[in-house]
C-alpha cells in the first residue's frame, strides 16, 4: 500500500468515526420552520414561537419596533424576505458622500462596513493566533526555560509555546483534511467531465472505474457522505464548500505572511479606539452567513414567501466586522458602539475565537452597552469544547483586577522543556511490568467555579446549539458547552433561513442558534419595551424549556458520555417564546 493510499485510508476511517451514532443524522426532512414549532403540538424540538403568536399574541400589537443589530460579515440587503425589515438611517441621505446626521459615517443607510475603504472589503484574514505569532515569534523563538525571564515575559513565553503547538495542530488539521477533500474533488470532477455534466449523480459516481485503489476509497466515502447528508447533492455541496473554506484557511488564515489589513482597511490598527474608518458596503464580497442569521431573526412575517422569522416586529442593522478568518477586537469594539449609538437594543454576534488581541477594548463596549441598556447574544462555538475550560472570545467575562489578581493566584507551573525518563527500579531489569502507580490514573477535570464570579456583563447571553429531536443527540454535536458559561441552547441544526441571491438554505452552528435567541429577544422587547436587559436575560432563562433526560456527547477527554443537560449549561434547557412571553406579561 502506498504512502498516499494509508493516508486516504486512514482519513476515511476518521471520516466514518466523524459519521458515528454521536453525531446527529442528516438524512432527514424537517419542516423549514421547525425551530419556530412546539415540541408537543408538532413533534419537533423548537422554541414554540408559532404556538405564542397564535394563543397568547392574536389580540395584541407590538409596541415598539425593535433594532437588532447583526454584527457579523455582511447582510445581502436586497434580499425579498429581508428588504422590509431592515433598518434605514431616516437621518442619512443616500448617496450623496455626505455624513448627513454627522454620526461619523458617510452614507451609512443600513449600517456599517468596518473592513473595507474606498479601495474595496477586506475578505480574508488570519486566524488571531497567526496575527499573536507574527508579534511574539521574533521574541521567543529562541527562548527556552531557563532564559532570564521577568514576570511578564515569562507569561509571554508560555502564551507563545501554548500557540505554536496550537498552530502546529490546526495546520496539520487543516493540510490533511484539504488532502482528503483534494482526493474527492478530483474524483467527482473527473465523473462530471466525462458525462459532460457541470454536477454528476450518484449513479454516474458508481458507474465510475476507478483509476486505481485511491479512488476506490473515494467512492466508498461518497456513497457514505451521501447516505448520511441526506442526498448526493447535499454531501457535493458541503465538499465544494469544504474545499472552499480549508483552501482559504490555508492560503490566508494560517498563513503568517498574509496580511492586507494595511491596504485595504487603511486604519490605524495600533490605536483600538480609533472609529472613523471602513465604508458603507455592508454586503460584502460574502454575506451568506450574516443574511442566515438575519432571516433566522426576523424573516419577513407578512409575505407567504420562504421562511418566518422569530420576531414580529424587529428591524435589522447590518454592521460587518467578520471576514472570512477572525474578526479583530477593536472593529467587534466599534461594531458595538456603532449598534449602541444608532439605536439597536439587541445585538447579535455569531463569531468567536479562542485567542484575544485587545479584549479591553471590547470590554470597555461591552460595558457601554450594559449602561445604555442593550442586550448582547453570543454564539458559544462549533468545536464540542467545554468553554468552562477552554477560552473562547469574546465573552462577557471582563479583563478585569479581580480577574488578574485570580489567574496570579491560580497559575499552573511552567511544564519544562524536557523530562528524562525515570530510571526503573531493580525488580524491572528483565523488562517487568514496573509497579503501577496512582499518578497514571487519569484524573477528573476539576473546574473551579469561583472564576465565574469574578465581574462579568450582565447583558450578555452565551448560546449553545440543540438539535430537533427530545432524545439523548438533542445537544448538536458540534456545539459547544459549559455548566457555567454557557447560559442556553437554542435550535441550530439544519435552520432553513434567508441567503444571497434571494435563496434559502440549511446550515447548522451555535451561529444559526444565537439568532432564534436574538429574535426572542427583539419579540418580548417589542411587547414588553420597558424591560431592561438584565430583566430580558433572566426571562430568557427561567422560562426554558427544561431537558430532564440526558443526553451525549464527547467530553474534554475524549470520552463518550452521557450527563444531564443542567452539566452543560447555567440553565438546563432550551429557550421557549410561548413560556418567556407569558413570564414576561408578570414583570412589571
Not at 426572542?520 to 432563562?541: D, F, H, N, T, W
Request: with cysteine; hydrophobic share 35%.
Amino acid at each position: 500500500m502506498n504512502a498516499n493510499l494509508k493516508k486516504l485510508t486512514f482519513l476515511v476511517f476518521i471520516f466514518c468515526i466523524s459519521l458515528s451514532a454521536f453525531a446527529q443524522n442528516k438524512n432527514v426532512q424537517l419542516p423549514a420552520n421547525w425551530f419556530n414549532l412546539d415540541l408537543l403540538e408538532n413533534g419537533y424540538f423548537g422554541i414554540s414561537t408559532e404556538k405564542a403568536y397564535r394563543e397568547l399574541l392574536k389580540e395584541k400589537k407590538p409596541k415598539q419596533n425593535i433594532i437588532v443589530a447583526v454584527i457579523d460579515g455582511g447582510v445581502d440587503t436586497n434580499h425579498p424576505d429581508l428588504q422590509r425589515i431592515l433598518w434605514t438611517n431616516k437621518k442619512e441621505i443616500p448617496g450623496n458622500g455626505i455624513d448627513d446626521d454627522g454620526n461619523g459615517y458617510i452614507d451609512d443607510i443600513h449600517g456599517w462596513n468596518f473592513i473595507g475603504s474606498k479601495k474595496g472589503n477586506l475578505e480574508f484574514d488570519n486566524l488571531e493566533l497567526v496575527r499573536l505569532l507574527r508579534i511574539y515569534r521574533p521574541k521567543y523563538q529562541s527562548t527556552t526555560n531557563l532564559t532570564p525571564l521577568d514576570s511578564t515575559q515569562k507569561e509571554e513565553f508560555r502564551l507563545y509555546k501554548k500557540m505554536v503547538g496550537d498552530f502546529g495542530k490546526k495546520y496539520e488539521d487543516a493540510s490533511n483534511t484539504f488532502a482528503f477533500l483534494i482526493a474527492i474533488n478530483k474524483v467527482l470532477d473527473s465523473v462530471a467531465k466525462i458525462n459532460k455534466k457541470e454536477m454528476p449523480t450518484l449513479e454516474d459516481i458508481d458507474r465510475y472505474k476507478a483509476d486505481d485503489d485511491t479512488e476506490e476509497q473515494v467512492k466508498t466515502i461518497i456513497r457514505k457522505g451521501s447516505k448520511e447528508d441526506g442526498g448526493f447533492d447535499k454531501f457535493y455541496k458541503s465538499i465544494k464548500e469544504g474545499y472552499k473554506q480549508y483552501d482559504a484557511m490555508l492560503k490566508y488564515n494560517l498563513n503568517p505572511k498574509y496580511d492586507m489589513r494595511a491596504e485595504l482597511v487603511g486604519d490605524d490598527y495600533s490605536n483600538s479606539y480609533q472609529k472613523d474608518y471602513g465604508n458603507n458596503d455592508v454586503k460584502g464580497p460574502d454575506a451568506f452567513h450574516g443574511t442566515h442569521v438575519s432571516g433566522i431573526i426576523g424573516a419577513d412575517r407578512t409575505n407567504s414567501i420562504g421562511i418566518s422569522g422569530v420576531a414580529n416586529n424587529v428591524s435589522i442593522m447590518a454592521i460587518r466586522v467578520v471576514p472570512t478568518g477572525d474578526e479583530r477586537d477593536k472593529d467587534v469594539a466599534n461594531g458595538i458602539r456603532y449598534a449602541v449609538d444608532n439605536g439597536a437594543k439587541v445585538i447579535n454576534m455569531s463569531f468567536g475565537k479562542s485567542y484575544k488581541w485587545d479584549k479591553k477594548a471590547v470590554d470597555s463596549a461591552v460595558k457601554y452597552a450594559e449602561s445604555k441598556g442593550v442586550l448582547l447574544i453570543h454564539a458559544a462555538g462549533n468545536d464540542n469544547q467545554n468553554n468552562d475550560l477552554e477560552e473562547n472570545y469574546p465573552n462577557k467575562f471582563f479583563d478585569s483586577k479581580e480577574a488578574e489578581v485570580y489567574k496570579e493566584a491560580n497559575k499552573k507551573p511552567a511544564k519544562p522543556d524536557f523530562t528524562p525518563p525515570r530510571p526503573m527500579g531493580q525488580n524491572n531489569g528483565m523488562g517487568m511490568r514496573p509497579p503501577f502507580e496512582r499518578s497514571a490514573l487519569v484524573k477528573p477535570i476539576v473546574i473551579d467555579s469561583a472564576k465565574f464570579a469574578l465581574p462579568h456583563a450582565s447583558n450578555w447571553i452565551e448560546v449553545g446549539a440543540s438539535a430537533y429531536k427530545d432524545d439523548d443527540n438533542l445537544k448538536a454535536d458540534f456545539s459547544n458547552y459549559g455548566k457555567y458559561s454557557v447560559d442556553v441552547f437554542a435550535p441550530g441544526f439544519l435552520i432553513k433561513s434567508t441567503v444571497p441571491d434571494n435563496k434559502y438554505e440549511e446550515a447548522d452552528g451555535t451561529s444559526m442558534a444565537s439568532p432564534v435567541v436574538a429574535g426572542l429577544a427583539g419579540l418580548i422587547l417589542s411587547y414588553y419595551p420597558q424591560l431592561k436587559p438584565a430583566q430580558v436575560r433572566e426571562i430568557i432563562m427561567k422560562s426554558v424549556s427544561k431537558v430532564a433526560h440526558k443526553v451525549k456527547y464527547k467530553n474534554e477527554k475524549g470520552e463518550n458520555v452521557r450527563v444531564l443537560f443542567s452539566e452543560i449549561c447555567v440553565s438546563g434547557g432550551i429557550v421557549n417564546a410561548y413560556n418567556a412571553l407569558k413570564l414576561a406579561e408578570t414583570y412589571k
